[in-house]
């Protein structure tokens, strides 16, 4: 009877992630073949089109270190006007400069604040670019970025920047 009982709480237990996890399948699977849906909320890695990337090229990371490079001297110097320059387009549209230096100085107060920054692997596909970067605090810690670039008349601008939080081993 015993027995009976454990495979009972066994079966419901596996047919309950099976179902979790189905409906997380097919949640991913609309979002791939109907992207608009939210819109207005998705973060700066969901705006990044997917479309084949490669390792940039010298001239090409070049260009992206010193867009992000500008943009963190004007940080430092609180200098939010010129920071706000950097700003792709698209976020301009979603933001004026109060609600721009608002958000950096409380949602990323490293990003505000940082004594330097270290730049990783870069990938671009000619229109937007990856980059990322280790900010290295005033208190001497580096914190993990990844940079979303669009390339727009201008130049490449800042379209978004997202946190890296490592988990396990780093090797």
Do not use: C
Request: proline share 4%; glycine share 8%.
């Amino acid at each position: 009877m015993m027995n009976a009982r454990f495979n009972a709480i066994r079966w419901l237990t596996v047919v309950v992630m099976g179902v979790t996890l189905g409906l997380l399948y097919v949640s991913w699977r609309v979002s791939l073949i109907h992207p608009g849906v939210g819109e207005g909320r998705r973060s700066a890695a969901q705006q990044f089109s997917m479309a084949p990337v490669k390792l940039s090229e010298a001239s090409v990371r070049k260009e992206l270190i010193q867009v992000i490079e500008s943009q963190l001297s004007a940080f430092r110097k609180n200098d939010y006007p010129k920071a706000y320059h950097y700003a792709a387009a698209s976020v301009q549209e979603q933001m004026p400069l109060p609600a721009f230096e608002r958000m950096v100085r409380t949602g990323f107060p490293v990003i505000a604040r940082s004594s330097s920054a270290e730049f990783g692997v870069t990938v671009d596909n000619g229109e937007e670019a990856l980059v990322n970067v280790g900010i290295i605090s005033e208190a001497g810690k580096t914190i993990r970025y990844q940079y979303f670039l669009k390339h727009e008349r201008a130049g490449w601008k800042i379209n978004g920047v997202t946190r890296i939080r490592f988990e396990g081993t780093n090797v």
